[in-house]
């Protein structure tokens, strides 16, 4: 099942996960080890993120390294580039109602 990115990122267990990876590639024991949770719950987080294309695995000998995938996190950053020109029109609306408030009582 492909998932969508934002179901990715909307547990903090799996933003602290890609936040480790954005720094370095790590096996999942590795990662588990940063958490309180079961290293099974920790593989159901990666495999989610694994579903989203956010981390990509790579095998080295006989451990798996789980790397982040920038690129994909583009789309989160277009998304949310695009919401925040959204706010800053609705804001410029909201601004100018408020001169012409301002102006009528005057």
């Given at each position: 099942?492909?998932?969508?990115?934002?179901?990715?990122?909307a547990d903090p267990?799996?933003?602290?996960?890609?936040?480790?990876?954005?720094?370095?590639?790590?096996?999942?024991?590795?990662?588990a080890e940063h958490?309180?949770?079961?290293?099974?719950?920790?593989?159901?987080?990666?495999?989610?993120?694994?579903?989203?294309?956010?981390?990509?695995?790579?095998?080295?000998?006989?451990?798996?390294?789980?790397?982040?995938?920038?690129?994909?996190?583009?789309?989160?950053?277009?998304?949310?580039?695009?919401?925040?020109?959204l706010l800053a029109?609705?804001?410029?609306?909201?601004?100018?109602?408020?001169?012409?408030?301002?102006?009528?009582?005057?």
């Open positions: 099942m492909r998932r969508d990115i934002f179901q990715a990122i267990t799996r933003r602290a996960i890609i936040m480790l990876l954005a720094v370095q590639a790590m096996t999942p024991n590795a990662i958490f309180n949770s079961s290293r099974q719950a920790i593989s159901k987080h990666i495999q989610v993120l694994s579903e989203c294309a956010l981390v990509s695995q790579e095998h080295q000998g006989r451990e798996i390294y789980y790397h982040l995938n920038a690129d994909k996190m583009r789309e989160i950053e277009k998304w949310i580039e695009e919401f925040r020109k029109k609705r804001f410029e609306q909201l601004d100018d109602v408020l001169a012409q408030l301002k102006t009528k009582k005057k």
